[in-house]
């Protein structure tokens, strides 16, 4: 079997999917990663033996440049994604028996495209469940299109989210389908999330309440890590105490040197020592005291193991690698879907949401203080004995078994 898995994002959004690659080619399927062309993701890729095909434009120089919430430049952004999908994601999906897509509604809907012509499955994968019509929530809003005020209906919402979703790409879309001789589609979100998307988080940690769309829920989808800890590191974590890890990932901040100080000062509030990562943000250390030291790329499920408690921004990638460590957590949420995850954490019992994205001394001190507490430890590791660990298995599994029925139908 070959599989064609496609993503565009940072770092939360490449990783897992690399984690199903490497799965479907443990049950032996033949597997390439279309991803953004940085230099990080040429060498995860490189270092799992997958090959990956370069589309679109570095992620990371998007990432921290675009002003947050803005719409400027997102007509171009999202028409060159689209081009893509039609271009060189097109050509690697040729031969394909399937096609996995996650990303932005411009690589779904042009994935999806791709693959009915060819007439291959089409799988959608979500890393985040706020973006799946629920009457259980709200859309989030999108990019130069609040939602209306004065509406609380969800599903009215969401209703409102599909049009501005075909105001945004439809004519893009479509345009493109008609030059390889397909028809209009008249709802692009509901098109590119398909009748059954799967969902790749953990049904402890994000439980999916059961809705009118078919949603397969998998597991989250992580790939196996076995990288040893840089030998700084291990020789700082060896030193004393376990400290308390501060990072925000890909999420860059404009105050990130005021950040990095009252992250640290807090900890230090706390007793603990402090391990900064660096990220888009640039986190670094404060001063030269010996309590502190600066990561840059590191293996988290090695690394979250050995620490007191984990300070993060609350992507889903952070938020369930940590829970699987049984180590409390600090989410302060920064924006997407951060503010559902530090929710999950605070309704777990595994850690404390912060009240906004700009954390002081004392509102950080004053959550750490709760997350560093005998209980909300006790809490945290009895959570992580029910995260599952097998997502991208179960996932790998179930495309097989797809792509095998399909197969069988169309040999009879």
């Known amino acids: ?33 279309c991803a953004p062309p940085d230099e990080e993701f040429a060498e995860l890729l490189a270092g799992v033996g997958i090959p990956l095909v370069p589309v679109g434009r570095p992620v990371r120089a998007m990432v921290t440049t675009v002003v947050p919430g803005s719409a400027v430049g997102l007509a171009q952004r999202a028409a060159e994604l689209m081009a893509a999908q039609f271009g060189p994601v097109a050509a690697a999906a040729e031969g394909c028996d ?46 130069g299109r609040p939602l209306p005020p004065g509406v609380s209906d969800n599903l009215e919402l969401w209703e409102v989210d599909a049009r501005n979703a075909n105001e945004m790409f439809g004519a893009v879309l479509n345009s493109h389908r008609a030059s390889i001789g397909l028809p209009p589609v008249d709802n692009v979100r509901d098109y590119a999330f398909s009748e059954q998307p799967w969902l790749a988080t953990d049904p402890t940690l994000s439980p999916w309440p059961p809705t009118d ?72 250390v404060i001063d030269d005291q ?52 530090a929710g999950r954490v605070a309704e777990s019992g595994i850690g404390v949401a912060h009240d906004g994205p700009t954390p002081t001394v004392e509102s950080l001190s004053a959550a750490l203080a709760t997350a560093l507490t005998p209980e909300t430890g006790a809490r945290a590791k009895a959570v992580a004995g029910q995260v599952r660990s097998d997502g991208a298995t179960v996932a790998a599994r179930r495309l097989f078994d797809e792509v095998r029925r399909a197969r069988s139908v169309r040999g009879r």
């Open 1 to 33: 079997m070959r599989v064609l898995v496609s993503t565009y994002g940072a770092r939360g959004s490449v990783e897992p999917m690399v984690g199903l690659a490497v799965r479907l080619r443990e049950l032996g399927a033949e597997v390439r990663v």
């Open 98 to 143: 399937a096609l996995v897509a996650c990303g932005p509604l411009p690589v779904t809907a042009g994935a999806r495209s791709v693959a009915e012509k060819l007439g291959i499955r089409y799988v959608h994968a979500s890393h985040q469940p706020i973006i799946l019509p629920s009457p259980h929530q709200p859309p989030p809003a999108r990019r």
């Open 213 to 284: 769309l078919d949603v397969v829920q998998t597991g989250a989808w992580f790939r196996p890590d076995e990288r040893p800890l840089p030998a700084a590191l291990s020789s700082f974590l060896d030193a004393g105490a376990p400290p308390v890890y501060v990072g925000f990932g890909s999420t860059p901040i404009s105050a990130s040197k005021d950040v990095a100080r009252v992250a640290v000062e807090a900890i230090r509030a706390q007793g603990r020592r402090a391990i900064v990562s660096h990220g888009y943000a640039g986190l670094d």
């Open 290 to 341: 010996d309590d502190c030291f600066a990561v840059g790329e590191a293996n988290h499920q090695a690394l979250f193991a050995r620490v007191a408690a984990v300070v993060h921004h609350g992507s889903s990638g952070t938020t369930t690698t940590a829970a699987r460590a049984g180590v409390p957590q600090v989410v302060v949420p920064q924006g997407a879907d951060h503010p559902y995850w």
